[in-house]
């Protein structure tokens, strides 16, 4: 298959495109490095350091024996996406040229407005630009679990619900309840897919994935092919940073009572998942919904399970919960539904008890890099 992944530059992205090129699929990508630039603006930088889009593209050459085509732009720009794909062609585009951090969306009007206009403007683009050339293109757009907030019911798989409205019974999207702009703008990305998908008979996978942890991938087999690793406040998922944390001798920072509850999934498992998801699209003009995660735990447990790591390998860390610096709820009912994976011969090849020990190995060599980005672990933007 010929694949187009917007947003190739990311964490995500570019373990994706490595395990499509290793599988015989012709990838390209578009990236406008926006990742880079703000990690550097919040004072940090990726754990392992990245290669250029240039170096990154002869890596795959070497390592890989494979071709890819890494486009440095903006996924916004309609024009750019319209030549891309006329040109290459793909059976599917991977939409996760979005930004992606809570924290970074929260730190005032500016940030907020930018997450809000360059997610919707990307998808709106993106949607446009398929529909216009060829509607058959399968959209593969990644969502998260935190669009549906933590309601008092099961989370079903679907992008419908039935509810009785004035006695009578009705059909609804699924209800959403953003914890950030961030996440607002994801809520938007995904009523504006199913509205153009519905006028244009549009056919799309919307992931909605929980948050992702891990160092590397099968195909990550050195350090020219690294995929880039968040740690700090800003751009760090919950594991990720616990494990730095641990590795520093810091204390491991649950915010608040520590009881937030999530699905987790690891990068090994996540890019598999798109895998088999691309290679098994919907039927032609679906719109499928897909809960993507391994894994449920609240964010105590998972310091303890970090630390007990930690101290198997040597490390003396503890467990200190700070302030929590967001508005959600800390204690919450939470039972997200999940078939479709499953369904498609999806297993879980990694868990987090095993991963967390790895991950900590694989960030030993990059200590002392890491102890001149540790001021910005610590929480410090607020929701109020």
Known sequence: ???????????????????????????????????????????????????????????????????????????????????????????????????????????????????LENNLKSTLSLLYAVSEIDPSIHILKMGTMGEYGTPNFDIPESAFVRAVINGKE???????????????????????????????????????????????????????????????????TVINRYCVEALLGLPITPYGKGKQTRGFISLEDSVEALRLLIENPPKQGEYRVVNQFAEIFNVYELAQIVKNAAVELGLKTEIRSVENPRIEKEEHYYNPEIKILPSLGFRPRKDVRGEVKIMIKDLIPYKERLERFKHVIMPKTRWR
């Open 1 to 115: 298959m010929r694949v187009l992944i917007l947003g190739i530059d990311g964490y995500i992205g570019w373990a994706l495109a490595l395990r499509l090129l290793a599988k015989g699929h012709e990838v390209a990508g578009i990236d406008n490095l926006s990742t880079r630039r703000f990690s550097e603006e919040v004072g940090s930088d990726s754990a392992f350091p990245l290669p250029s889009p240039k170096d990154r593209v002869n890596a795959v050459k070497k390592k890989l024996d494979a071709s890819l085509d890494f486009i440095v732009g903006d996924a916004k720009d309609k024009k750019l996406l319209e030549d891309t794909i006329s040109k290459f062609k793909p059976d599917v585009v991977v939409h996760f040229a979005e930004q992606r951090s809570a924290p970074f969306s929260m730190r005032d009007y500016n940030h907020a407005w930018y997450t």
């Open 170 to 236: 009705d059909i609804i999207p699924t209800p959403k309840w953003g914890g950030s702009y961030y996440h607002w703008s994801k809520i938007f990305d995904t009523y504006l897919i199913m509205f153009k998908g519905m006028l244009s008979s549009l056919t799309v996978t919307d992931i909605m994935q929980g948050p992702v942890y891990g160092t590397k991938t099968e195909e990550i087999i050195d350090e020219e092919l690294r995929t880039r690793f968040d740690f700090d406040e800003t751009w760090g």
